[in-house]
Every structure is written in structure tokens, then in C-alpha cells.
Nanobody, 123 residues
Framework: VQLQASGGGLVQAGGSLRLSCAAS????????VGWFRQAPGKEREFVTC????????SSSDSAKGRFTISGDGARNAVYLQMNSLLPEDTAVYYC?????????????????WGQGTLVTVSS
């Protein structure tokens, strides 16, 4: 599964961005889709996930109340709506999928990864 994450960019603190994750040549039906992020000099960390059945997992503490994961009806794409962005949200954001079980919060829970999209939040 080839994934494409997009929608990153430069935004001022307090602003919003919507990231998209799509699979090349196919939909994301049947996949659990997770978002992770990696800030400069830090390890990649889990942000949130939506299961194959459309159930949203618990988000990381940093994302709760500000970030929302969703999918369109046909699962052509999965989105990460990010509001009230903070400079510490600056990172490369990755989407990842797995076709079994439910959502996971570890990198090893996922089978395929997109290339990442850079989000930069200025203060």
C-alpha cells in the first residue's frame, strides 16, 4: 500500500491545518489509519487513529481537544484536522495503516507508512 500524506505547511500559532492521507490506486477501506509525528531531534510519536470500523482511538495528550481524525464516506482519504496549533506541534506528520486488528499506538502496529508532510507552526 503506497500512502501519500499531504496538507502540511507553514501556519501561525493558533491557526489550523488539515492533513490528508490517501492510498495510491485504492481506498483506505478495511484499514486502520494512524497519524504519527516526529519533531526535530525527537522520536516519532503517536497522534491518533481511526479504525477500520470508523471508531476513533484515544488521542495523545498533546492532540486531545485540538486534533480530530476523520474519513470521508468512501474512505478515499483520512484527514487530520488540527486546530489551535502551537509551535510545539511543528513536526513531520506521517500516516500509517494496518489491515488487521484495531488501532494501535506503536509504530510496530502498522504495516505501511506514507512519506510524511511537514507542519511548521510559527510563534
Amino acid at each position: 500500500v503506497q500512502l501519500q500524506a499531504s496538507g502540511g505547511g507553514l501556519v501561525q500559532a493558533g491557526g489550523s491545518l488539515r492533513l490528508s492521507c490517501a492510498a495510491s490506486g485504492r481506498t483506505l477501506n478495511g484499514y486502520n489509519v494512524g497519524w504519527f509525528r516526529q519533531a526535530p531531534g525527537k522520536e516519532r510519536e503517536f497522534v491518533t487513529c481511526i479504525s477500520r470500523n470508523g471508531v476513533r482511538s484515544s488521542s495523545s495528550d498533546s492532540a486531545k481537544g485540538r486534533f480530530t481524525i476523520s474519513g470521508d464516506g468512501a474512505r478515499n482519504a483520512v484527514y487530520l484536522q488540527m486546530n489551535s496549533l502551537l509551535p510545539e506541534d511543528t513536526a513531520v506528520y506521517y500516516c500509517a495503516v494496518r489491515s488487521w486488528g484495531g488501532c494501535g499506538s506503536r509504530m510496530s502496529d502498522y504495516d505501511w507508512w506514507g512519506q510524511g508532510t511537514l507542519v511548521t507552526v510559527s510563534s
